[in-house]
Each structure stands twice: as C-alpha cells, then as structure tokens.
C-alpha cells in the first residue's frame, strides 16, 4: 500500500502543478478556456484519487473548488483576479491537507479554519449566490443547504464477467470515472459469491458492487462511462426512487441477500418486501433489457475505427508510454554501470598487454556496447528544466504583486535537459536569485517612467547547452548593480583591501561574499547579505561556476554554467608529471604540439601565438606542484569554458576515456581546479580538472 501512496502524492504534484501554471498564465495572458480546462481536470483528478485512498477531506475540499471551475466551465459565472487568487489559495491549502491526509496527521484547528473560509469563499461565487465583500467575516457564511429532493441520486448494479481482466480495464478507473462527473455516496462490495481459498481463481472478479451515485446527469451520460465494457459486465443502472427497478433488481440477484445488504448500507431506509416465485423470478429476469451496446455507439466506434485507420496510413506517431521508476532505483543502476565501466577498462587494459587480438576484438566490443548502455541510462535520469522553470512563475508574481511591481517573466529554452539531481539542487538557488532581481534590479514603477522606460519590469530566464554545460542566465531590465557601491562596501567590511585594483567583473563578483549588502533597507524578501554566498556555494558543489555582467540604469545578467550531469562524462586522459589527470572532452578544443621554436618565442611570457590570435597559457605542472616529467614532448590541450580558451601544458596525450565522477572526500575541497577522480583500468586514480576553476585561476 505505501508504493500506491507514493504514486499518489506524485500524481497529486504533477496535478497541482498544472493547476499553478494555468493559473499562473491565466494572470499572466487572461482567462482562456483551456487553462480553466486544465484546472478543473486537476482538481477532478485530485479528488477521484482520494476518493479511491478513502482521503475524505480531500474529497470534500476538491468538490467545492471543482463546483466552481465546472461553473466557470459551462460559462455560468466570470472568472476574475479575485477568483485567481482564491484558486491559487485553494492549490497551496489543497498540497498541505494532502500531505497531512497521508501522514494521517491532525489538521492544526488555524489550517482547518483556513479550509472552512476557502470552501465557503468559493461556495459564494457559485450562481446566485452573493459573493463575499472583502470587509465580510468568511467565517459568517453558511452554506447554502439543497434538500434531498433536489438532489439526482441514481443506483448502480453491476457484477463481471469472469473474463473481465483480459479487457485491461481498471474497477478503480471506473470509480474514479465516477467521481469526475459526480460524486459516489456509497459504494457497496458484494462478496457473497467468492469461494474458498483452494478453488480461487486470482484472475476471476468474484466481487460485485452496489453504488449510490449522485449527479445531475441523464441516464445515457452514466451508461457512457461503462461503454467500452458493456459487454464484459451485467449492469443496471435506475433512478433511487424508482421501486420497480429496485424490486427487479432484488428478484434477479436473489443470491446476493440484496435487501438486508441494501438496508445495512443504508441505500434505503426501507425496502417493501415483495414476495418472488421462482417462475416470477424468472419472469422479470427475462423482462430486463440485454446489456447490449446501442447502435448508436456501435455506429461512433466504427467511425472512431475507420479514422484510426486513416491515421495509420498517413503515418501519425504513435502515441508513446511512459513508466514511474523510482529515482533511488535509477541511481543504484547508474553506480553498477559505473563499476562495470572501470572493471571494462580493466579488461582492456589486459588484453592490451595479452597482445591478443581476439581478446582485443571482444573487449573492444563490449566497450562499446557499455557506452551505449551508460547513455541510455543517463538519458533516464536528464529532464526537461522547462517543468521546473514553470513554478517559478508564481512565485515571481507573488513577489511582484506583494512589493507593488508590475513585472513580466519570461522562460525560454525549456525543453533544455539537464540531469534530474541538478535540476532539485538549482531550484532553491534561481528562486533566490529571481526574487533579488525583482526586489532590488527591477525598478518602481514611477522610477522606471522617469528612467524612460516601460511601468512593466522584464525578467528572463533562459536556459541552453554550450560545450557540454548547460547554461542558465537569469537577466532584468532594471537599473543594474553600481559597482562603486559594491567595492565602497566591500572597503568598509574588510572583504578587499582599499588599495585593490579590481576588474569589473570581480566587482560584481563581491555581491556572493558573505554578509555584502548594498540595499538601502532590508525586506522580508532580501536585502540582508544572506543567501548570495550560499547560491555561490551550493553552483559550485555542483562543479558550477556563477558570473554576473551589469550596465548600470540598463539592467544585469547572471550566467549560470553547470555540467549536464553528475554521475560520468567522456574524458580525455593525459599526463603530467607523474600523475594522470582526465579533461572532459566536452571542453576539449584541440591539442597541439608545443615546438621547441614556439617554446623560444615566449620569451618568458605565458601566452604564443595560435593562428592570429594571442592564446593564454597554463603550466599544470606549476599549478598543481608536480615534479618534472622525462617526456622530452610537450603538448598543449586547448580548452574552452564560455567565451574563455586556454591552453593547458601536458606531457602526454594518452587519449579518450570512459570517466566515471568518484568524490575525493573534504581533503581536496581546496586543491585549485580539481573537482572530483575516477579509477583507471590499470587501478590508478586519475583526477579530474575542473576546467572553470583552472580558467578562473588563470585569467
């Protein structure tokens, strides 16, 4: 049962978040019909789930926003700003009372309070009703009451099919079909008719149901949710004041005890007892209809056949399945394939020295075959950043609105894919950042009017994939970081000598020190120093770097770079000194040959000329204290990150590698450009250069 919860809740985030991003857009672009399409269906999902787990508040709390949004639907009432902003409400109440439903925890009385408030808010906008004014108490609203008698209440009887499961069809989706176009009161088993355990057939649905069912449907609408079942089950489905359809019943399912079950489940508070022969008996079993198909829907499934057909000839794609793996399970598979990377490696490493060419062929073979095996893995755990990036939508208008701001978001490069674990630990440091945007980049609006510009701020937020990393900027419109503030406040922290000469880009840079604030007042959203180094911090655990450019009264730009995954890359080995080190190849521009004539011409200087063009040099050896290598050769490997290219000194290319990412513990934490290791075939540890860092050290 807790494999089905968890499913649950999963199902229940993915629904409420369709639910804010609709509502989102809906603030954003205005009301359309898809997005209240989007959200009714939500809420109907949510609340069909936990109709199923027996979640009772979630049902009942679900029902009345959904009354609404079918309302608004049916283009009975208008929805407006404040029906957004209830609705959004309703979602962040709806996802607390989901988690407390599941961990079967009492609702604290100020939340219950909140639930009542919200259900009564939306029941005062429903038709005829006198919605709330903003001074009136919520908690002096009653409900209106609606009689039974207005009420359309219908029974249904149905028994399968001993073949019923080779149909593929779910009981609990029929339930839960149920519960989207109206509400189940009670739903009765019938276990009369299951036999002992030694002559139970597991397949065989021996389980009938009697269901009091409440909706403001035609008989033809309810007999529609079993229409493509109808001949795999025996069904009756009457009005609950119908007493002759209910005496039919009673007579035809004589063995099932039909009218102490009926009575006991509190269907009926009574039943006239009706005296059945068994020719009676079979009498009105005769008298009932055939459970058949109607022709119309036999007409609607061959022009639903016939089209199927069309679209088969003109080459439609096939609708694809997707299935719910456990993420834990993902990464266990990724750590196995790991270790049968550096096993493989070791295996080619011997047949290497074996000189065996058919040893060399198979191993050659199975590397192969691994790295198309690693990368179908890997592709398991890489997301779109677009379902991400889409809640931040609210809480960009949250921020806007609670500070006065008129601000318009921008996403773009959402199909962008990084890996799953990437994409959790980024969400915290973005929101950070696009909340500092808002607060202090984007101006007021009469500021922005005397500026020149638009009352409306922008605020983009783009992602993309650049030389093996994906790129993330977070870029405004607003009056940009005055860096003579920035340095002026650093002087008077003590974070930089009064004498420094700094570029502006290390300026800017001071802003993720601990502690630096330059807003003129502090706010419940920033505005204390805190938070800037820890987004700082948390890039960089992800062997990230972070960069700021900024035009003052124009507007800044943070760029974000971080490596797609963090489990394994493709590397490039090489040699310094006496230990190995892996490039990843993705940064890799090409190698060349350090000539002893390019050697004399740089006279000292760390840079030579490539091609026109003056190219900074990094000497390895030097920067990592590695003794002197032997190798008479030496070897340049030009690498790339963002628009900056060095070339780093080696003495031997030994060429690509399957790398996987080991951690090196705490006692590497400070060793300059160094992010992580990996195990050769040979046994040795190579170490990883994290290239940001080394191109950050040199420039």
């Known amino acids: 049962m807790e494999e089905e919860v968890e499913i ?234 119908d007493e002759e359809s209910l005496s039919q019943l009673i007579a035809s399912r004589k063995e099932d005890l039909l009218s102490q079950t009926l009575l006991d489940a509190q269907f009926y508070t009574e039943i006239e007892t009706v005296d059945v022969s068994e020719e009676k008996t079979e009498e009105i079993k005769k008298s009932l209809p055939e459970v058949n198909k109607p022709e119309e829907l036999e007409i609607l499934e061959n022009e639903k056949t016939e089209s199927k057909t069309v679209t088969k000839s003109t080459g439609a794609p096939k609708v694809s399945s997707s299935l719910r793996v456990d993420a834990t399970k993902i990464d266990l598979l990724i750590n196995y394939m790991s270790e049968i990377v550096i096993a493989n490696s070791k295996i080619i490493t011997l047949s290497e020295e074996l000189d065996n060419s058919e040893l060399d062929e198979a191993s050659s073979r199975m590397r192969e075959l691994l790295e198309v095996v690693r990368e179908g893995i890997m592709d398991i755990r890489m997301v779109q950043v677009g379902d991400s990036f889409a809640k931040f939508r609210r809480i960009v208008n949250d921020t806007a609105k609670k500070i006065g701001k008129n601000v318009e978001f921008i996403i773009t490069g959402g199909e962008t894919e990084l890996d799953k674990t990437v994409v959790e630990r980024i969400s915290d440091p973005l929101v950070h950042m ?113 960069d700021i450019t900024s035009a003052l009264g124009k507007g800044s730009k943070i760029t974000i770079r971080l490596p797609l995954t963090l489990a394994s890359i493709d590397g490039f080995l090489v040699q310094v000194g006496h230990t190995k080190y892996i490039i990843p190849l993705e940064s890799i521009q090409e190698c060349i040959e350090l000539t002893q004539e390019e050697l004399e011409g740089m006279k000292g200087n760390e840079f030579i000329n490539l091609r026109g063009d003056m190219l900074p040099l990094m000497d390895v050896r030097v920067v990592l204290n590695e003794e002197k290598s032997e190798s008479a050769r030496k070897n340049i490997v030009i690498v790339r990150f963002g628009e900056k290219i060095v070339g780093l000194l080696v003495d031997e290319l030994l060429g690509e590698h399957q790398t996987v990412i080991k951690p090196l513990g705490d006692a590497f934490v400070n060793v300059t450009g160094i992010s992580g290791g990996s195990i050769l075939g040979s046994g040795e540890v190579a170490l990883i250069f994290d290239i940001a860092r080394l191109i950050e050290y040199k420039i």
Request: hydrophobic share 40%; glycine share 8%; proline share 3%.
């Open 434 to 546: 696009l909340r500092n945007s808002i607060d202090h980049g984007i101006e007021e609006p009469s500021d922005r009017i005397k500026a020149g510009k638009s009352s409306k701020g922008r605020v983009d937020l783009r992602a993309y994939t650049d030389s093996g990393t994906i790129v993330i900027e977070i870029e405004d419109d607003g009056k940009g970081l005055d860096k003579n503030r920035i340095l002026a406040k650093a002087i008077e922290n003590g974070l930089i000598s009064s004498t420094a000469t700094l570029s502006d880009a290390e300026i800017y840079k001071l802003i993720f020190e601990a502690g630096l604030s330059t807003a003129e007042k502090v706010s419940d959203i920033s505005g204390r120093g805190v938070g800037m180094d820890v987004v700082r911090r948390n890039i960089e655990d992800l062997r990230g770097s972070i």
């Open 8 to 241: 649950f809740l999963e199902d229940c985030e993915d629904q409420l978040g369709l639910m804010e991003g609709a509502l989102v857009s809906i603030q954003d672009s205005g009301v359309d019909a898809d997005s209240i399409g989007t959200i009714f269906r939500a809420m109907h999902t949510i609340k069909g789930s936990a109709g199923m787990f027996g979640y009772d508040n979630i049902v009942k709390f679900a029902h009345a926003g959904e009354n609404l949004l079918d309302a608004a639907r049916e283009g009975l009432i208008e929805v407006n700003e404040e029906m957004v902003d209830l609705f959004l409400q309703c979602k962040d109440y709806l996802e607390h009372l989901i988690e407390v439903e599941i961990r079967e925890e009492e609702m604290e009385s100020s939340q219950k309070s909140l639930g009542e408030n919200l259900v009564k808010a939306l029941i005062s906008y429903m038709p005829g009703e006198k919605p709330l004014e903003k001074s009136e108490d919520l908690g002096q609203i009653k409900e209106p009451s609606m009689s039974e008698e207005e009420i359309l209440r219908w029974h249904i009887s149905i028994r399968f099919h001993k073949d019923f499961f080779t149909t593929g069809m779910s009981i609990h989706s029929i339930f839960n079909f149920l519960n989207k176009i109206g509400k189940v009161i009670i739903n009765q088993p019938i276990l009369y008719h299951i036999p002992l355990l030694e002559a139970l057939n597991p397949l065989h649905p021996y389980i009938g149901f009697e269901i009091l069912f409440e909706a403001d449907l035609p008989y033809e609408e309810i007999e529609e949710v079993f229409e493509f079942i109808i001949d795999d089950v025996d069904l009756m489905i009457f009005e609950h004041t």
